[in-house]
């Protein structure tokens, strides 16, 4: 065997030599990777014993990517695209031999190997477009020429990863491996020798995309990705660059897949996108918790509420395999909670996102129930009832009686006190608040509510456990709601204010979409029902909101709310709100003017940064990332503006205190800035770092 470096070795395997490449934790492509591959190739073209080359690696995976470290830095060895051209125009067969995983950089080097043989477990993408950039070393240019435009720019537009078995499908790989991947693919390797086999370079292959409809695919893509993908300036940058790869040739393709990376890579979207990533990774990360912190197993889950949110949480549990007994004080609220379950599945079967089996092996490990003496066995016990204090604390008195010792006990309360909850136990210690968001079955988000008594492991249970069921979790502190609703709570309070002022509630959604938003605060009230909360016999019709309820006009339940909305639920401005808010803001004196675009945005957003602050300072949140991470996922913040915080830092926190004095000075208290916010403007410093 030859050391080639530190990241790769050199072996023969008769007239098949073996380059084996070992970077842990995920051999990603960095330089000393690139240096290792390069060389041993060289050894290889120079060992007349050597009729073929096999691009193998340790470990769990295959070349997972690039290494994001090294974004933007000056390229140090060979570069990929270098490499690329190294591997394709070695006069001997490569093979790349791919387990794990393949993604982007190293999908697009194994797509310059002449062949790829593949374990069926394998996964191959090209993820970069959630980084808001778009594959750099000829993934837009070689993947279009393998397996056709539509299927390109959809792995490409998607970022998603195909299994082994669709890849050799579509034409990526050229075999499964159906045992030891070596032996396998040493075989394959002799095969290709004995059957003459000639080099297949990928670049070279133009037949296909040359008998294409390119502004077909074009248009076909748009109308499948472009809503999902609206506001993403790297859209538009990847279907360019892979419609380049039927309108140019392969060398200028290249040349300007590589300006629209380096254009793209530079630009603030992509900036946030990584930064995203990273704040993701770190969100789980307690600096008091020790990762190895022992966790208590979670084989069985007792959820309290059958309703939307008791179901929708229900739901995830069961997904993951982890058996439920759900609990309803009523026979028909028990019987509505599980048939709405059933329908969510099967309408999942439909949207082709699960099996017809999968339906009944989930329902399966239900078990519904009216007597909460049946959570007594549960490891843990999630209250998903009505938000109401003295409900919360008469549930968790009984539950406190009834749970298993060492039993956690979780409430999915949006706004109440943990600790208020937990002192109707005599085990706070097992007390955590586990905040689910609607609708629970979908949202990833949980914020995991961290008592003044909850005991580490109850915490590093609850981390782990989010994971297993899909969830991002970020732990907060308590106050009255949380993160994402105390901030929430900001943002609507103004939306409130401004529709008096002047503007209307389309006018309001309409610039918070624009920013990215997928609805604003009156389209969101809508969808969720106006009458939460509300009671007619206690309305006295005081606010706009009450005085809709009381018009029977709940939001699109009822077919009409802020907006009107047709069988579609499609809504449009309603005349009716816009008379009954003229007449309001007439009734409190309040003389209404034009409110521009810009003064919107600022009055939603900036409180909303301001409120951040706060929760920094209070130590609610952990980091200003994890308050982003909250609003990504929990509230559908645009992912390429990085959240509030981040956004706060690109547009400079000395502009949001400027304004926030100013608005002060015109408008009062609501806009006091922030002590944190002062503090970071006069010490010249940000609020992540990274923007």
Not at 57 to 83: H, Q, V, W
Not at 500 to 514: I, K, S
Request: glycine share 10%; proline share 5%.
């Amino acid at each position: 065997m030859l050391l080639i470096n530190d990241a790769a070795t050199l072996d023969n395997d008769g007239a098949i030599a073996l380059l084996t490449l070992h970077n842990p934790p995920v051999n990603a492509l960095s330089q000393v990777l690139r240096e290792g591959i390069a060389a041993g190739i060289e050894a290889a073209v120079a060992d007349d014993a050597v009729k073929a080359i096999v691009l193998i690696c340790e470990g769990r995976t295959f070349i997972a990517g690039a290494d994001i470290k090294e974004f933007g830095k000056p390229m140090e060895g060979p570069s990929l695209r270098e490499l690329e051209d190294i591997v394709e125009n070695c006069p001997k067969p490569v093979i790349a031999a791919l387990h794990g995983t393949a993604l982007g950089g190293g999908l697009e080097l194994a797509l310059a190997c002449h062949y790829r043989v593949a374990l069926p477990s394998a996964k191959l993408g090209l993820p970069e477009i959630k980084l808001g950039i778009i594959p750099g070393a000829g993934g837009t240019q070689r993947l279009p020429r393998m397996i056709g435009l539509k299927r390109g720019l959809d792995m490409i537009l998607t970022g998603t990863p195909v299994g082994a078995a669709t890849a050799q499908t579509l034409g990526i790989v050229d075999e499964l491996a159906v045992g030891e991947l070596r032996a396998e693919a040493v075989r394959f390797a002799n095969d290709i020798l004995r059957e003459g086999r000639p080099l297949r370079k990928v670049s070279e292959e133009d037949d296909r995309l040359a008998r294409e409809d390119i502004e077909a695919a074009i248009a076909e893509a748009r109308a499948a990705h472009g809503r999902k993908m609206k506001g993403f300036d790297s859209f538009d940058k990847a279907l360019e660059a892979v419609a380049n790869a039927a309108r140019l040739p392969f060398a200028e393709g290249m040349a300007r897949e590589s300006d629209i990376f380096a254009e793209l890579l530079g630009g603030i979207q992509s900036k946030a996108q990584r930064y995203v990533f990273g704040a993701t990774r770190a969100a789980a990360k307690i600096p008091d918790i020790a990762a190895d912190t022992p966790t208590r197993p979670i084989r069985t889950v007792g959820i309290i509420g059958a309703g939307t949110m008791g179901g929708g949480i229900t739901m995830n549990f069961l997904s993951a395999g982890i058996p439920v007994t759900i609990v309803e004080a009523k026979p028909e609220a028990l019987e509505r909670g599980t048939r709405i379950m059933r329908k969510n599945y099967e309408a999942a079967v439909k949207r082709g996102r699960i099996r017809p089996e999968d339906v009944d092996k989930a329902m399966g490990l239900l078990s519904p129930s009216l007597d909460m003496s049946d959570l007594a066995d549960c490891d843990l016990v999630i209250e998903a009832a009505f938000e109401e204090m003295a409900v919360k604390k008469d549930i968790f008195a009984r539950l406190d009686g009834i749970a298993k010792k060492g039993a956690i006990l979780a409430s999915n309360t949006s706004y109440l006190d943990i600790d208020a909850i937990a002192s109707s136990t005599k085990r706070p210690e097992d007390v955590i608040g586990l905040h689910f968001f609607s609708p629970a079955n979908i949202m990833k988000l949980l914020e995991v509510v961290r008592g003044e008594k909850t005991a580490t492991d109850v915490i590093a249970t609850a981390m782990k456990l989010a994971r297993n069921i899909g969830k991002t979790a970020v732990l907060v502190g308590v106050c009255h709601g949380f993160v994402g609703n105390r901030m929430l709570n900001a943002r609507q309070r103004e939306a409130n204010k401004l529709i008096l002022e002047g503007a209307m509630p389309w006018d309001v959604d309409r610039v918070l979409t624009d920013f990215g938003l997928p609805m604003g605060p009156f389209q969101m009230a809508d969808l969720a029902g106006l009458d939460l909360g509300w009671n007619r016999e206690t309305s006295k019709g005081e606010t706009i909101r009450e005085q809709l309820c009381e018009a029977d006009r709940r939001g699109q339940k009822t077919g009409a709310g802020f907006y009107d909305y047709d069988d579609k639920r499609k809504g449009s401005p309603s005349k009716l709100v816009e008379k009954i808010i003229r007449a309001k803001s007439r009734e409190e004196g309040i003389k209404r003017r034009n409110i521009s675009d810009d003064e919107i945005l600022q009055r939603l957003v900036y409180p909303m940064i301001n409120e951040g602050a706060k929760i920094l300072d209070e130590g609610i949140a952990l980091r200003a990332s994890d308050i982003d991470v909250v609003w990504i996922n929990g509230f559908g913040w645009p992912v390429y503006r990085g959240g509030p915080m981040f956004f706060a830092d690109t547009i400079g926190p000395e502009v949001v205190l400027a304004k926030m004095r100013e608005m002060e000075e015109r408008m009062g208290e609501d806009f006091k800035p922030a002590p944190l916010l002062e503090r970071i403007v006069e010490e010249g410093r940000s609020f992540t770092g990274a923007a």
